[in-house]
Each structure stands twice: as structure tokens, then as C-alpha cells.
């Protein structure tokens, strides 16, 4: 079965850092999302992506992040300078939309310290 | 803003018992989605189900069933004979159209040997 796939599993980075979290989506699928979940917490959306162009971003997702699809394939979300309360998980999801499934990917656990 | 309930913050049973996690959504329109995604310490999010809004059968699925009712926009989730490895936080979660999958808080599911 088809997977959205999430480079690296597990990503430490120092508070102010730049950090790039890397998704492959399934590769007939046109929409795209990513998500977070704080520690304990639900899981919050942050960006959609259709069109090669944000489509609704959250109030979570301030100018520190951005999304881009460089190359067609992969799917990244880059936050410029990290801060403590970035930690969390970072989910990667895509849909084909209507009846074809929405799926996510595995996860980048992203500790800032 | 639509949104999802999840009234049940922590349920603890003891294994074999049967349990019953409730959700209640919001939605204005006619077509949406609604998922169920259980998430177990190592923190992936497992898909359970997705259920089309038009199609109001019960489904059930080995020890798994749902309870759509759409007249009171609730779509609870009964595991029955419950095991150990059912613990894990369970997430109801609708999808609008083709907009993104909003998540409850989810029900921390504690299965006591």
C-alpha cells in the first residue's frame, strides 16, 4: 500500500537553528498538510498545499515556517529559527481528495533544546 | 468554526471488558468525512476508518464497530473484548470536502490487565 514517507524519524536542533522537515507524499496525490503535535497534545494543523501554493495555513504557522514542493516529489516544511516551544511531533500528510484516502506519514519528533 | 468533541479524556477499563469512545462533530455541509485514527506511544497515527457522510451503515471490523448517527452528528467507536494493546490515545477526527482533517483531543484508553 502507498506511503507518505517523513525524513528524519527523530531531529534534535539547537534553539535558533534552522530546521528542514522532509516528506514524501504519495505520488498521485494533490493535496498537501502538515501538522503538529505538541507533547500531550492533539494534533493541530498548520499548512495545506494544492496547486504548488499554500491553499490555509493556521495562526500557528507565523513566518518563522514555510512549505515547499522543490522538485515534485518532495514536500518540506522548514522553520527558520527554532525556538523551545517547536518541540513537538510533526505529522506530513497528503490526499488525492474526494474518495481517495488522506494519509500520514510517520512522524519527525523535532526536540529543540 | 466546525469542530470535533471528544467529551472522554482518559478511560481506564479492564481487559475483555467492552468500551465505547464517544465523538461529536459540527458541520454545516452535507458532504464531509469522518476518521478515527488510534496513536500508541511510539506516537504514529494509525488509520482505523473512514466513513463518507452518505453512507450511515454501522460498520464493524473484528473487535472494532462504529455507531454513525448522523441525526445527532455522533460517530462513537466500541472496541469489544479489549486487550492490552488497545491502550493508546484514539482520535475522531472529520474531513470537509476536500479540506483538511480536523482533530478531536483525543481519549487516552488505558486497558488494565
Given at each position: 500500500e502507498p506511503e507518505v514517507t517523513q525524513t528524519p524519524s527523530h531531529q534534535v536542533t539547537q534553539m535558533g537553528q534552522e530546521v528542514i522537515l522532509r516528506c514524501v507524499p504519495i505520488s498521485n496525490h494533490l493535496y498537501f498538510y502538515w501538522y503538529r503535535q505538541i507533547l500531550g497534545q492533539k494534533v493541530e494543523f498548520l499548512v495545506s498545499f494544492y496547486n504548488n501554493e499554500i491553499s490555509e495555513k493556521s495562526e500557528i504557522f507565523d513566518d518563522q515556517f514555510s512549505v515547499?514542493?522543490?522538485?515534485?516529489?518532495?514536500?518540506?516544511?522548514?522553520?527558520?529559527?527554532?525556538?523551545?516551544?517547536?518541540s513537538a511531533m510533526y505529522f506530513c500528510a497528503s490526499s488525492g481528495g474526494g474518495d481517495y484516502g488522506y494519509t500520514f506519514g510517520s512522524g519527525t519528533r523535532l526536540t529543540v533544546v | 468554526a466546525q469542530k470535533v468533541t471528544q467529551a472522554q479524556t482518559e478511560i481506564s477499563v479492564v481487559e475483555k471488558e467492552d468500551v465505547t469512545l464517544d465523538c461529536v462533530?459540527?458541520?454545516?455541509?452535507?458532504?464531509?468525512?469522518?476518521?478515527w485514527y488510534k496513536q500508541p506511544p511510539s506516537g504514529e497515527l494509525v488509520f482505523l476508518i473512514r466513513r463518507n457522510s452518505f453512507d450511515e451503515q454501522n460498520e464493524i471490523s473484528g473487535r472494532y464497530s462504529w455507531n454513525f448517527q448522523k441525526s445527532t452528528s455522533s460517530f462513537n467507536f466500541t472496541i469489544t473484548a479489549s486487550q492490552v494493546v488497545d491502550s493508546a490515545v484514539y482520535f475522531c477526527a472529520?474531513?470537509?470536502r476536500d479540506d483538511k482533517i480536523i482533530f478531536g483531543k483525543g481519549t487516552r484508553l488505558h486497558i488494565l490487565p
Open positions: 515547499e514542493r522543490p522538485d515534485g516529489s518532495n514536500f518540506t516544511l522548514k522553520i527558520r529559527s527554532t525556538k523551545l516551544e517547536d | 462533530y459540527e458541520t454545516r455541509d452535507t458532504t464531509y468525512y469522518l476518521f472529520p474531513q470537509y
